[in-house]
């Protein structure tokens, strides 16, 4: 994001599908800019952990 890419851009350089991606770059994009890296590790795994119940 901080580079201006786009999701299909991003999801095609990780060679994934956007599904497996779309998760973590919505919450990405809600901590911009500042990008707190703590806290979105913290909601991404929080999320992984909502999705196993």
């Given amino acids: 994001m901080q580079k201006n ?6 999801a095609d350089e990780l060679e994934e599908s956007i599904e497996i ?8 994009k809600k901590h ?5 890296v703590d806290a979105i590790t913290t909601e991404v795994l929080e999320a992984r952990e909502n999705e196993k119940a």
Wanted: no cysteine.
């Fill in 5 to 10: 890419k786009t999701l299909d851009q991003i």
């Fill in 21 to 28: 991606i779309q998760p973590i770059y919505d919450i990405v």
């Fill in 32 to 36: 911009a800019p500042e990008y707190d």
